[in-house]
């Protein structure tokens, strides 16, 4: 498994339609207060799902994904593609980022300014955390534009010369669908749908992402993959996980 398709991986995993109504600019307080984003609330979880990998060629890879989070502090993940082989594992702390391809060798070590130099993404912990749960991508501030479509809230920020379009469901306060775009530099994006949401201790989680990324690496031209990941099980609980570390 090549450096790109690693960065794929961890990156789609970042991440998991509106009414044709006029839309309507929000700037009082009262208006405000009718937005209301939901973020996932728990100490650990643990998700299991499947994942397919589409490749620009036609190229396609599935396998068996496992996540294990500690909130706001460690997301660990491996890949199988079956027979309980361990294809890709991942540890990703507040100030690091470990990767490793187990079967051909590759591996990603690095902190986030070493990231962001070598592929100009500029990443952090709680983004990562927030795409991966349908979270807003980064906290609402009033100098973001909000408007109001029906029944879904669209949501503009930019961040780090990052442009985030999210559209946001006024019922349940998930990211529904999410677009990302960094500086024409890197000319890399990022393109995210989330449906299915059910239930999760009492909250909405959505149980499948379907995501198209364009990626421009030092030593590659600009190539689109796409990735559908589906979650069979996922769990929220107080007590303490295991997160092995074995690189």
Same mark, same amino acid.
């Given at each position: ?24 600019? !929000? ?62 594992? @991942? ?28 592929? @100009? %993404? ?19 501030? !009033?100098?973001?534009?909000? /408007? ?13 010369? /990052?442009?985030?379009?999210?559209? /946001? ?5 998930? %990211? ?72």
């Amino acid at each position: 498994m090549s450096k790109a398709k690693i960065l794929t991986y961890f990156l789609g995993m970042v991440m998991l339609w509106s009414c044709a109504r006029k839309p309507m600019s !929000y700037t009082t307080d009262k208006t405000m207060d009718e937005f209301n984003p939901n973020y996932l609330d728990f100490n650990y979880l643990s998700a299991k799902g499947r994942v397919t990998l589409e490749e620009q060629d036609g190229k396609i890879t599935k396998g068996v994904l496992n996540i294990r989070v500690k909130k706001d502090s460690v997301i660990w993940f491996n890949m199988s593609p079956g027979l309980g082989i361990e294809a890709l594992r @991942g540890f990703i702390s507040t100030d690091r980022i470990k990767i490793r391809d187990r079967i051909n060798g590759q591996r990603i070590d690095m902190d986030y300014a070493e990231f962001q130099k070598k592929y @100009g %993404v500029p990443l952090s912990f709680s983004l990562f955390q927030n795409l991966l749960f349908a979270n807003l991508p980064h906290e609402f501030s !009033y100098r973001d534009r909000l /408007i109001r479509v029906g029944k879904t809230f669209v949501l503009n920020q930019e961040r780090e010369n /990052i442009k985030y379009k999210t559209n /946001i469901d006024a019922g349940h306060g998930k %990211v529904t669908q999410l677009e990302s775009e960094a500086s024409q530099t890197r000319s890399g994006s990022l393109e995210a749908s989330y449906m299915d949401f059910r239930e999760v201790s009492n909250q909405p989680f959505p149980y499948q992402a379907i995501i198209k990324m364009v990626l421009s690496l030092p030593d590659r031209p600009k190539t689109n993959f796409f990735l559908n990941v589906e979650m069979i099980k996922v769990e929220l609980t107080d007590a303490s996980l295991n997160f092995p570390y074995n690189f």
